[in-house]
C-alpha cells in the first residue's frame, strides 16, 4: 500500500517541509468521521458523508484513506472526542480511578457515548475495523504507561511487577464499565469507579 | 391455575396440557435465529430466514414474537449455543473460573463466536435489541447465584455478603474476556482465566 503522497518537489524555493504525515484539516477530517459514526452508525458512515461534513474534497481522503474502515481506525486514535488526559493523583488507586472515570466518561456523556458505543460495537461487525482498533487499543495503553511507571517509583508496586500488569487492570477496568453499560444497562456511578478500582487492586475477599 | 386461558377441556380422556408457553418447535426457531445472526449478522437476520431455516410459517413466528429484535431477545436466553452449566467444583475460585470458562469458550469457540459477538455487537446498535439483552444477562446471573450461595455455605464468604457481589465479580471477568478478545483481538488462554479470577478475588497488588 502506497498511503504517502509525493514529496514536495525540490527548488521551489520554499523552506523545507516536514514530512507530511497527515492532510491539511484531518483533526476536522477526525472529528467529522466520529460524529457522522455517532449519527449514523457504521453502516451509515461514508467517506463521502465526512468529505461533505469536513469540507474537503473526497479524493483528498482516499488518498489518505483507502476505505471507511481504515478512515475510522485513525479517527479514533485522532479524534478530539475520544481523547482524554493522563492523570497524575499521587497514588495507583486514584490514578486508576482517574482513567476508570474517563472510560465511564466515553461511555456515558452526551457527546462522546453515542460514539464509543457505535464504534466499539461496529469493530464486532468489520474485520478490518477490528484490525484498525487494536492500534487505538494499543496507543491508549502506551500513553498509560506512566501510571505503572510512577506506582514503580514511588514503591506502590515491585519493580519486578509483570509490565503486563496495566493491560491486565485495564482489561478488567473499562471491560466492567462497557459490559455494565453497553450490555446490562445500568449506570456507572462514582461507587462503581471506586468499588471496581478496589476490587482489582485488593480483591473482592478483602474485608472493608 | 386461575391465568389458565383455556383450561383442557374435561372428559377428553387426554392427560391435562401445560400452558402454552412457547410455539412448537421453539428449540429449532431459537437456534435456527442464533445460526441466522452468525451468517448475516444483525442487518441480515429477518423472520422470514428464520422462519425458513426453522421449517415454520412466518405467521407463527409473528404471533409470538412481534419484531426480530424480540426474537432475538427470546433465543439469546433460550438459544442451545449459548448455553452453559452451572459448574460445582467446591470453591468460589474454581466455581467462578469455570464459569469465565465458559464465557471465554462462548467468545472463542468456533461454533459459538460469531454468534456472541454478532449478538453483543448488536445490541449496540438496536435500542430494541438491548433492551431484551437485558434480560439474557439478567437470566445468566440468577442461574449462577448458587455460586454466591454455596461460598457463603462453605464460610468461604460471610453470610453478610452484598447480594450485588456477584454481579460485580461477573462484570470484571466476563467484561475482561470480552475487551479483550472482541477489541484488542489477544487470545483468551487458562492463564488468562486463571489470573483474572485471582486478581478479582485477591487483588493484583497480591505478591503471588
Redesign the interface.
Known amino acids: 500500500m502506497n498511503a504517502e503522497p509525493h514529496p514536495p518537489a525540490a527548488g521551489t524555493g520554499l523552506a523545507p517541509k516536514k514530512r507530511i504525515s497527515a492532510p491539511r484539516k484531518s483533526q476536522e477530517i477526525f472529528d467529522a468521521t466520529l460524529d457522522l459514526l455517532r449519527d449514523k ?1 457504521y ?1 451509515g458512515l461514508t467517506v463521502e458523508g465526512v468529505a461533505e461534513r469536513a469540507g474537503v474534497n473526497k479524493t483528498t481522503l482516499y488518498r489518505w484513506w483507502p476505505s471507511k474502515g481504515a478512515l475510522l481506525g485513525a479517527a479514533l486514535v485522532n479524534g478530539t472526542q475520544l481523547g482524554f488526559p493522563l492523570p497524575d493523583t499521587g497514588s495507583l488507586q486514584g490514578d486508576l480511578e482517574a482513567v476508570l472515570g474517563s472510560v465511564v466518561s466515553l461511555l456515558t456523556a452526551p457527546a462522546a457515548s453515542g460514539i464509543a ?2 464504534a ?6 468489520s474485520p478490518e475495523l ?2 484498525h ?2 492500534s487505538f ?2 496507543d491508549r495503553l502506551a500513553k498509560e504507561q506512566p501510571i505503572l511507571d510512577r506506582a514503580i517509583a514511588r514503591g ?3 519493580p519486578a511487577t509483570d509490565p503486563a ?1 496495566l ?3 485495564m ?10 453499560v ?4 445500568l449506570p456507572l456511578d462514582k461507587e462503581f469507579v471506586a ?2 478500582v478496589r ?9 472493608p
Chains 1, 2 share one sequence.
Open positions: 452508525g453502516e458505543i457505535a466499539l460495537g461496529a469493530i464486532t461487525q477490528a484490525a482498533a487494536r487499543f494499543a506502590e508496586l515491585s500488569l493491560m491486565h487492570l482489561d478488567m477496568l473499562a471491560g466492567a464499565a462497557w459490559l455494565r453497553a450490555f446490562r444497562q468499588r471496581t476490587t482489582a487492586l485488593h480483591g473482592a475477599l478483602v474485608r
